[in-house]
């Protein structure tokens, strides 16, 4: 019973590198997120998607793209990494359909690294 | 926007006493959800209980309560006889129109 998958869990890159960061969901949920956690802040949402084929710019969206590529994934990608993206990122799910109150399902997180 | 602050960064509690997290949130919405959150060093996030706004009743999951004053917009966790495996981060957070997360309370739990 898988959950939410991310990969990769850890990854180092330098300055101006690009990334995609993968998630994958088993649980045949409707919405998905991407959080980034940082020290003293909690956890930010980037971006999410309430539906496939739709996303949505969350708190903290800048420098980031995502791609729902279909109801079980969704993915984000740094074009040109900075160091302020060093973080903890989380992908998250839920069945929510519509208004977003339902409880969130999270991966393990992915340590990104950026020198 | 909404907003969720947890104004104690850091706890400690016994082993076997009891300890009240508090949270705070500001929103003009009268339909949410209320949510903790326990992150162990493993970092998984786990759901510790859930509060619907329009249910008068605290929420209970076992050790864990809850203390939901909605005219105050205070939403906090009492864990009791506390355990060892208590001890993680707890994020309280808001979901509406909009989602929020508190910045977390670190738990210490002393044997």
């Known amino acids: 019973n898988a959950g939410v998958t991310q990969t990769p869990k850890f990854q180092v890159l330098k300055t101006g590198q690009s990334m995609t960061l993968q998630c994958a969901q088993d649980?045949?949920?409707?919405?998905m997120y991407w959080y980034r956690q940082d020290p003293g802040m909690g956890l930010r949402l980037i971006y999410y998607?309430?539906?496939?084929?739709?996303?949505d710019k969350g708190e903290v969206p800048n420098g980031y793209n995502v791609s729902r590529l279909n109801k079980r994934e969704f993915s984000l990608r740094l074009e040109s990494a900075a160091p302020s993206q060093t973080s903890v990122y989380f992908c998250?799910?839920?069945?929510?359909?519509?208004?977003?109150?339902?409880?969130?399902?999270f991966g393990e997180g992915s340590r990104l690294t950026v020198l | 926007a909404q907003t969720v602050t947890q104004s104690q960064p850091e706890m400690s509690v016994q082993e076997a006493e009891t300890v009240t997290l508090s949270c705070t949130y500001d929103?003009?919405?009268?339909?949410?959800?209320l949510f903790w959150y326990k992150q162990p060093p493993s970092r998984q996030m786990i759901l510790v209980i859930r509060?619907?706004?329009?249910?008068?009743q605290n929420a209970t999951e076992n050790r864990f309560s809850v203390n939901f004053q909605k005219a105050a917009k205070s939403f906090s966790l009492k864990i009791s006889d506390s355990q060892l495996g208590d001890a993680a981060m707890y994020f309280c957070?808001?979901?509406?129109?909009?989602?929020?997360f508190g910045a977390g309370t670190r738990l210490t739990v002393k044997p």
């Open positions: 998250a799910s839920s069945v929510d359909r519509g208004r977003l109150t339902g409880e969130l399902f």
């Open positions: 649980m045949n949920h409707n919405s």
């Open positions: 998607s309430a539906s496939e084929g739709t996303t």
């Open positions: 929103t003009s919405e009268s339909d949410y959800y």
């Open positions: 509060q619907e706004a329009y249910k008068q």
């Open positions: 957070a808001y979901r509406g129109v909009q989602g929020r």
